[in-house]
């Protein structure tokens, strides 16, 4: 059975009295036939968020002629807004280094057909994983990043990504920070898996920081990489109990569990246009 195609409506805008009306009354006008609707109202930065999700084939014009049609609401309430049509999967660039398992998890979820998008490349500092990665019939690019070729190699980082037109970059537990110029070229395109539950134990080892203080749980953050370090909006987060008996091992241990799943979740909120970005917060349609 195929999954339904559908155009999903992303926005956000001042909020304001009869947005709702005027966007859901725009759909009905054209006989569209809402499938999901979510909204949130954020009193602090007086804006409004939407998604709604439409089936594709009850609307007489497809998405160039959606937004055509819809851009001058869209410009009436100051909107920033995207559609995206389910028949067209997301493309995920991944870079991961020496750690292999959230590599494995996610592309063992799109091998099974439960991630639905299209990985168009991995690229890592190592060749650990490219037996792995070719297995799957994806291409793998080995590039080394050292001292010396460190801005030649995120450049050539960067060209992989626009010329595999990724959508969306994702940092499987690789690990080297990006340049502040990578980051601002893709806002809310790059994807992290940190191994600690932020904002504590940022940087290196946070297992063995959450073990030193002694800490009761440890956990995981999937979150948009920006120039400052591990300080990027939050997409998900999750954490497990812990006691004095446990060592740093074990902590390792319970957190590549969570580090997992917490990356495979963020990723599908994000290429299912789940996350919108608020400042430095997100808002998230589960």
């Given at each position: 059975m195929h999954a339904q195609r559908t155009y999903t409506l992303v926005a956000a805008c001042p909020d304001q009295v009869g947005i709702v009306a005027r966007v859901a009354g725009f759909i009905a006008e054209h006989r569209g036939w809402?499938?999901?609707?979510?909204?949130?109202?954020?009193?602090?930065?007086?804006?409004?968020?939407?998604?709604?999700?439409?089936?594709?084939?009850?609307?007489?014009?497809?998405?160039a002629g959606f937004r055509s049609r819809?851009?001058?609401?869209?410009?009436?309430l100051t909107m920033d807004w995207r559609i995206n049509d389910s028949a067209t999967p997301k493309r995920v660039v991944m870079l991961v280094s020496k750690q292999e398992h959230c590599l494995y998890d996610l592309l063992a979820r799109w091998h099974a057909g439960e991630l639905a998008v299209e990985i168009p490349c991995v690229v890592s500092n190592h060749e650990d994983f490219r037996g792995l990665v070719e297995w799957h019939g994806i291409p793998f690019h080995h590039v080394p990043v050292t001292a010396e070729t460190r801005a030649q190699a995120f450049e050539r980082i960067?060209?992989?990504?626009?010329?595999?037109?990724?959508?969306?970059?994702?940092?499987?537990?690789?690990?080297?920070?990006?340049?502040?110029?990578?980051?601002?070229?893709?806002?809310?395109?790059?994807?992290?898996?940190?191994?600690?539950?932020?904002?504590?134990?940022?940087?290196?080892k946070p297992y063995h920081q959450a073990?030193?203080?002694?800490?009761?749980?440890?956990?995981?953050?999937?979150?948009y990489v920006t120039a400052e370090?591990?300080?990027?909006?939050?997409?998900?987060?999750?954490?497990?109990?812990?006691?004095?008996?446990?060592?740093?091992?074990?902590?390792?241990?319970?957190?590549?569990d969570i580090e997992k799943a917490v990356l495979a979740r963020g990723l599908r909120y994000h290429v299912e246009d789940r996350v919108l970005l608020n400042g430095l917060r997100t808002v998230v349609f589960r």
């Amino acid at each position: 059975m195929h999954a339904q195609r559908t155009y999903t409506l992303v926005a956000a805008c001042p909020d304001q009295v009869g947005i709702v009306a005027r966007v859901a009354g725009f759909i009905a006008e054209h006989r569209g036939w809402i499938l999901e609707t979510n909204h949130h109202a954020d009193i602090e930065s007086g804006r409004y968020f939407m998604r709604i999700e439409v089936k594709a084939d009850s609307l007489p014009f497809d998405l160039a002629g959606f937004r055509s049609r819809f851009r001058p609401i869209a410009e009436s309430l100051t909107m920033d807004w995207r559609i995206n049509d389910s028949a067209t999967p997301k493309r995920v660039v991944m870079l991961v280094s020496k750690q292999e398992h959230c590599l494995y998890d996610l592309l063992a979820r799109w091998h099974a057909g439960e991630l639905a998008v299209e990985i168009p490349c991995v690229v890592s500092n190592h060749e650990d994983f490219r037996g792995l990665v070719e297995w799957h019939g994806i291409p793998f690019h080995h590039v080394p990043v050292t001292a010396e070729t460190r801005a030649q190699a995120f450049e050539r980082i960067g060209e992989l990504f626009e010329r595999e037109r990724g959508d969306v970059m994702v940092l499987a537990r690789y690990m080297q920070i990006l340049p502040p110029e990578l980051c601002s070229a893709y806002p809310g395109r790059i994807v992290n898996i940190h191994h600690s539950f932020l904002p504590s134990f940022v940087g290196a080892k946070p297992y063995h920081q959450a073990y030193a203080r002694g800490v009761k749980l440890i956990g995981a953050t999937c979150h948009y990489v920006t120039a400052e370090l591990d300080a990027g909006p939050i997409i998900e987060q999750d954490t497990v109990r812990i006691d004095h008996s446990d060592s740093v091992e074990d902590l390792v241990r319970y957190g590549k569990d969570i580090e997992k799943a917490v990356l495979a979740r963020g990723l599908r909120y994000h290429v299912e246009d789940r996350v919108l970005l608020n400042g430095l917060r997100t808002v998230v349609f589960r």
